[in-house]
């Protein structure tokens, strides 16, 4: 019985996400879709992470169907660009043993899909998103071993997986680092974890094609925010944007 259980939960998720582009959202929806991913585009692009933590509470809230697997992608395809564009400034090591971790990370955080029931992974979800704005919140010092990189590994793809909030733990460990470290490093990991997410919902059945292809509706939000980014970055501070961005995930979490 549980094993059907949870073939429909792979069916019921890869539906929902299906309705993204066949059913379509009202001009309402899509606006406010809009928004959310050129806020959090513009500081990802800014400051190195932003993008899952802001707007995946959020859509949550206002487009459901769009996580994790959809904002997983356009997560993809923007810290692809970063680690290209900060591909010297990363910390390619650190990377590879932050990897090792986040292989059991992943097949955990898709035992935890099947599991849990809906209303248990959704407060598993707010959950993670509040650690997450706590992890990158309290400033505390982490020493950057090969342990510590793998236990980011493993925790950073739990919360990728399960709710597609995957950069707090690596943007801890290297918090106080020049920017284009802190950039490179994150978004090199960023782009590995968030592969390794939607290959493990692909092969498990809770993410297909057309749930995928749903990450069209947020391409308008992606290329405003790198707009905005190239204009904003040398005008805003980055401690502005970073308490901003805290803020209203925190909220939208804890909502």
Same mark, same amino acid.
Not at 91 to 106: E, F, Q
Not at 164 to 190: D, H, I, K, Q, W
Not at 213 to 232: D, K, N, S, T, W
């Given at each position: ?81 970063? #680690? ?53 919140? #309290? ?63 692909? #092969? ?29 970055? #040398? ?21």
């Amino acid at each position: 019985h549980r094993s059907g259980a949870r073939s429909v939960t792979r069916r019921s998720t890869a539906s929902r996400q299906r309705g993204v582009t066949a059913e379509g959202l009202n001009l309402t929806t899509l606006l406010a879709v809009t928004t959310i991913v050129a806020a959090g585009t513009c500081v990802q692009a800014t400051i190195g992470f932003g993008l899952n933590l802001l707007a995946a509470p959020l859509l949550l809230l206002v487009a459901p169907r769009l996580v994790p697997g959809p904002v997983l992608v356009a997560n993809l395809a923007l810290t692809a660009v970063l #680690s290209r564009v900060n591909w010297r400034d990363a910390n390619k090591t650190a990377v590879l043993w932050a990897a090792v971790g986040s292989v059991p990370g992943t097949a955990l955080g898709i035992w935890m899909l099947g599991a849990l029931v809906p209303h248990l992974l959704t407060l598993a979800s707010a959950l993670f998103v509040v650690a997450g704005v706590g992890m990158v919140a #309290s400033g505390l010092p982490f020493a950057r071993t090969s342990r510590a990189h793998m236990a980011v590994g493993f925790l950073a793809s739990i919360m990728g997986t399960t709710t597609a909030v995957n950069g707090p733990p690596m943007a801890l460990l290297y918090r106080g680092e020049r920017g284009g470290v802190v950039r490179g490093t994150v978004s090199l990991f960023g782009c590995w974890t968030t592969a390794l997410s939607l290959a493990a919902l692909e #092969s498990t059945g809770y993410l297909d094609l057309d749930g995928i292809a749903a990450v069209v509706v947020m391409a308008p939000g992606i290329i405003l925010g790198i707009a905005v980014a190239a204009v904003a970055a #040398s005008r805003v501070s980055h401690r502005l944007l970073s308490t901003l961005t805290l803020t209203v995930s925190l909220g939208a979490g804890i909502a």
